[in-house]
């Protein structure tokens, strides 16, 4: 008989399933200053983010986690993801360190590859999203 996980996993696992339902920031802003697209080959989970005045907007398909990450994210200010993305990356990684809030069920999700990615595929398109906005076309 397996035995059941500890209760911070299985908070982890809820806030994330919370998450994933909630959807924040879906459905992609039509005023924005910066758009990126990310899809995941391994697992075809597929994630556009857009950088609005405050925050970010996203619309895509994938797997709970994926998606639960994106959700985060669209409750998160730009000033909020300056602050702590080098940090909720680093927390992917197998041990690592949780970061405040929601993002702190992640933490460690790196010690599977593939969720490793899908936790991290919206935080790394609002990363290229920002780089656009700092960029605009001439």
């Not at 758009?35 to 556009?48: F, L, M, N, Q, R």
Request: contains cysteine.
């Amino acid at each position: 008989m397996s035995e059941a996980p500890p209760t911070d996993d299985r908070m982890r696992q809820r806030i994330i399933e919370d998450l994933h339902r909630a959807r924040h920031g879906y459905g992609l802003a039509e005023q924005f200053v910066g758009e990126a697209s990310a899809i995941s080959p391994a697992c075809g989970d597929a994630v556009t983010v857009r950088v609005g005045g405050d925050g970010f907007s996203w619309q895509g398909n994938g797997c709970t986690v994926s998606m639960a990450a994106a959700s985060a994210l669209g409750q998160t200010s730009r000033e909020q993801f300056v602050e702590v993305i080098d940090d909720y990356l680093a927390s992917i990684a197998p041990g690592g360190q949780p970061v405040d809030g929601d993002l702190g069920a992640f933490a460690g999700i790196g010690r599977f590859p593939l969720r490793a990615r899908c936790a991290t595929l919206a935080w790394r398109a609002a990363q290229a999203a920002l780089t656009d906005s700092a960029h605009p076309a001439c």
